[in-house]
C-alpha cells in the first residue's frame, strides 16, 4: 500500500525511520466535456503518483502518496457548472504548506504530481515549490515538480498533448479509462467530434476560458480516439517522469 492515509501511524513511523519519499498529487474540480468527470485531474494525478511510487517501492525506495488536492486555479472552466476555483494565493499557499507539513514529518524529498494543466495553476505550483524551499520550515528538504508542461518532458508524452488541444481529449480520456472506466459516459464520448483547437495558441491569442477558445462543451482534441491502452501507456510515462525526479533530487 503507497497511499499514507491508509496507513496506520506506527507503518507511517517505520518508514519514515528508514528514509521515506512522499508525492503529492495535484489536480482540479473543474469541467471536463460533457463524457468525463470533474474529478479527472485528481485521478490522473492519483494514477501517476501511485504507479511511481510502487516504482521506487519495488526499487527498494520507501514512498508514500499522500492525499491529493482537489482544488486550484480553474479561471478557463468557469463558464461550467460544476468547476471550482480558488484563488492564486489561496491555491499557492495550500500546496506550500502541505509540502512544508510533510517536510516536517520528515519526507524527503516531497514532490509534485501535476495533472492540471492551466498555466495559472503551473504558476501557483512553481511559487509554491519556491516558497516551500526558501521557508526554515523545510529544513533542508528537496521539493520536487516535473512539469509536464515544459517541452523537454512535453516530449515524452502524446503527439495530442504536445499539440495543445488536449483537455479531456484523447489523451486524458485515455488515463481516465485506465484508472476509472466506469467515471466515462461511452455513449457521450464515442459520439464527439474533433476540437483541433490549441489551448497554448488560444491563450496566447488572449482568450480567457474555454468558450473564448472555442471549446463550448469543455473539450479539445478527440476524446472519441481515447482506449484505455493508450491511457496504461501515457501513465507509464509519466511515473517514469516522477521517478526520475525524486532520484535526482537524492
Known amino acids: 500500500m503507497t497511499d499514507l492515509a491508509k496507513l496506520r501511524w506506527t507503518e507511517a513511523e517505520v518508514l519514515l525511520r528508514r528514509g521515506c519519499a512522499a508525492i503529492l498529487p495535484v489536480g482540479s474540480t473543474e469541467a471536463h466535456g460533457p463524457h468525463l468527470p470533474l474529478d479527472t485531474d485528481v485521478t490522473i494525478a492519483l494514477g501517476m503518483a501511485r504507479r511511481a511510487a510502487a516504482a521506487l517501492t519495488h526499487k527498494g525506495r520507501a514512498c508514500v502518496v499522500l492525499p ?87 516530449e515524452r508524452l502524446t503527439e495530442e498533448f504536445r499539440s495543445g488541444a488536449c483537455h479531456a481529449g484523447q489523451y486524458e480520456g485515455s488515463l481516465v479509462l485506465a484508472d476509472d472506466p466506469g467515471s466515462v459516459d461511452e455513449t457521450v464520448r464515442r459520439a464527439l467530434p474533433p476540437v483541433e483547437i490549441s489551448l497554448v495558441d488560444a491563450i496566447a491569442a488572449g482568450k480567457s476560458d474555454f468558450v473564448q477558445a472555442g471549446g463550448r462543451q469543455a473539450y479539445f482534441g478527440r476524446p472519441a480516439a481515447a482506449s484505455a491502452e493508450e491511457g496504461r501507456a501515457s501513465f507509464e510515462a509519466l511515473s517514469a517522469l516522477l521517478v526520475e525526479a525524486i532520484e535526482a533530487a537524492g
Do not use: C, K, Q, W
Open 68 to 154: 491529493p488536492l482537489a482544488y486550484a486555479v480553474t479561471d478557463f472552466a468557469a463558464p461550467f457548472a460544476g468547476t471550482l476555483s480558488l484563488p492564486a494565493a489561496t491555491a499557492t499557499a495550500l500546496v506550500r504548506d502541505v509540502l512544508l507539513a510533510a517536510a516536517a514529518r520528515g519526507f524527503r524529498p516531497v514532490a509534485l504530481a501535476n495533472a492540471h494543466l492551466e498555466p495559472a495553476h503551473v504558476a501557483t505550483l512553481r511559487a509554491a515549490v519556491e516558497a516551500a524551499a526558501a521557508s526554515p520550515a523545510s529544513r533542508g528538504a528537496p521539493f520536487v515538480f516535473p512539469d509536464v508542461t515544459r517541452r523537454r518532458l512535453a
